[in-house]
């Protein structure tokens, strides 16, 4: 060290003359679930934040991301009152109420089995709407 200093001229700072910045690369894969190779990445290069947590604010309006357009919602409301054969009111589009048990569903339409009459496939857009028979119809 002490060449190091004499071989500046007294204009700089000798205190720094063999100090070097050490940046280890890490390796990212350490932190994560996949298995460790003990090798640095490629470059020793950090990742891109938006690589680590996986939102992409290119568009410069730091917004997150749009909901998903479906949240499974309805379908986990048709299993649970299929599987508990929840009696139910369906009140349709026209004010018709139809009493009965929903025994399957798809994309477009119900399977009501009604006691004392016959089964029903309801199209979902006559639907107005549906309660849970002795509910008060929803209203309050």
């Not at 990742?47 to 996986?54: A, D, F, I, L």
């Not at 749009?66 to 589009?93: C, D, G, W």
């Not at 798809?106 to 509910?135: H, Q, S, T």
Request: hydrophobic share 30%; with cysteine.
């Amino acid at each position: 060290m002490k060449d190091a200093v004499n071989a500046f001229p007294a204009s700089e700072s000798p205190a720094y003359a063999n100090r070097k910045l050490v940046r280890p690369a890490l390796n990212r894969a350490e932190h994560s679930h996949s298995p460790h190779n003990g090798a640095p990445q490629a470059g020793g290069e950090r990742r891109e934040r938006t690589e680590r947590n996986g939102h992409d604010r290119s568009n410069g309006a730091g917004k997150k991301s749009a909901p998903p357009e479906q949240t499974n919602a309805e379908n986990f409301y048709y299993q649970k009152q299929m599987q508990s054969k929840t009696p139910m009111v369906i009140v349709l589009r026209d004010g018709e109420q139809i009493h009965g048990v929903i025994e399957w569903y798809d994309k477009a339409c119900i399977k009501v089995v009604r006691n004392g009459g016959a089964n029903l496939l309801i199209y979902k857009p006559a639907i107005k709407y549906m309660f849970k028979e002795g509910e008060n119809g929803g209203k309050g």
